[in-house]
């Protein structure tokens, strides 16, 4: 781990699910919906917390029995969970309780922020929409099918070429294995959170350079 940020910071990158907000009981209940739908058994919201983070079509696998994955069913699946989602996206959702003040500082401090989420692109927006519309994210990337999902780093350097900014200005805030790998192949700083899907002696094993238990963590690194 670095000894501290460096003092050119620009930008930062959030991700979404497990970073900004708990959307887990939505997507849990979503999921359970279409599963229960094609016949298949519930799964609980421990197990789900343990499949997000992947994007929609990992996650729906993931989720259905092993005997019957097959091409077709798993199709089927997906399409259900992105149309039945759109309901859920908000059931439940709240943005974590020190999120609001964190944001509204960085704001204040003139922190550019960007969102980028493997969730699917259309909840993407309804949560910012809902639940973010206070704060100015520049840019807010989704899985569209456009852009590769993390860990590929095709998004953080979509993000680098619109707004000029160089890859030591920015850095990456996040709750999962993936973050911490993006931001690796991108070649920016990478910030794990300890209050995520993922616990901190896990996200430690993929050496992030810091990892937040709380959020005033972040404004103690950068005064060292």
């Not at 000894?3 to 990158?13: A, E, S, T, V």
């Not at 590929?152 to 996040?174: N, Q, R, W, Y």
């Amino acid at each position: 781990m670095k000894n501290g940020l460096f003092q050119g910071l620009k930008g930062i990158i959030f991700d979404l699910d497990g970073t900004l907000a708990d959307t887990l009981p939505g997507i849990t209940n979503a999921l359970n919906e279409v599963l229960t739908l094609n016949g298949f058994p519930p799964i609980t919201l421990e197990k789900c917390k343990t499949l997000v983070g992947h994007g929609v079509e990992n996650l729906v696998e993931s989720a259905i029995p092993e005997f019957a994955r097959n091409p077709e069913i798993i199709s089927i699946c997906v399409s259900k969970m992105k149309e039945t989602y759109k309901r859920y996206a908000i059931e439940g959702t709240v943005l974590y309780p020190f999120i609001p003040a964190f944001l509204d500082k960085l704001t204040m401090m003139g922190y550019r922020l960007f969102l980028l989420s493997n969730k699917h692109e259309l909840a993407v927006n309804i949560i910012r929409e809902k639940l973010l519309n206070r704060w100015s994210f520049e840019i807010a990337i989704g899985n569209s099918g456009y852009l590769p999902l993390k860990p590929d780093p095709s998004a953080i350097f979509h993000i680098l070429k619109e707004t000029s900014l160089k890859a030591e200005e920015v850095c990456m805030i996040g709750d999962g294995e993936t973050d911490i790998q993006a931001s690796r192949n991108a070649g920016i700083t990478v910030i794990s959170v300890g209050w995520g899907y993922r616990s901190p002696d896990y996200l430690q094993s993929f050496r992030p350079d810091f990892i937040l238990t709380h959020p005033d963590d972040f404004f103690k690194y950068l005064k060292r």
